[in-house]
């Protein structure tokens, strides 16, 4: 299995080709390529090769899915003794991409997206429930 390590909004992920990623918010438009070109491991089936930081030439292309929110964070602190409180929440903006090619560093296609045709799951923000 190819797979790579890239380093985006401050996180490394370990992406294979076809995969759907959810990543810290990126400014492009659904439906638009993206190139990740920090790239710290690439693994082709036999040959690893680990960038030093990062791999030069290795890119990995994604399009975008989608652009949301991700769910609420709470955020509450409390001052003891005090009678003092504060309580709110936080949704942190993220995109929704589908990695499609991933390219080694001489710049060949090293591992695609395959046109089988599979399920692919819908994502749908969660229901909030009331407790009464």
């Not at 690893?48 to 609420?72: C, D, F, H, W, Y």
């Amino acid at each position: 299995m190819t797979f790579a390590v890239i380093n985006t909004g401050g996180k490394q992920y370990k992406v294979f080709a076809n995969d759907e990623v959810t990543i810290e918010k990126l400014p492009n438009k659904v439906g638009d390529v993206v190139q990740f070109k920090e790239v710290l491991l690439l693994n082709n089936d036999n040959k690893v090769e680990i960038g030093t930081p990062s791999i030069v030439g290795a890119k990995v292309e994604a399009k975008v899915l989608q652009q949301r929110k991700n769910k609420t964070i709470l955020v509450f602190k409390k001052r003891r003794r005090q009678n003092s409180k504060r309580k709110n929440g936080h949704r942190q903006n993220m995109s929704i991409v589908q990695i499609t090619k991933i390219y080694g560093k001489d710049g060949k296609v090293v591992s695609e997206k395959s046109n089988e045709n599979k399920k692919v799951k819908k994502i749908e923000p969660t229901k909030k429930t009331r407790i009464k």
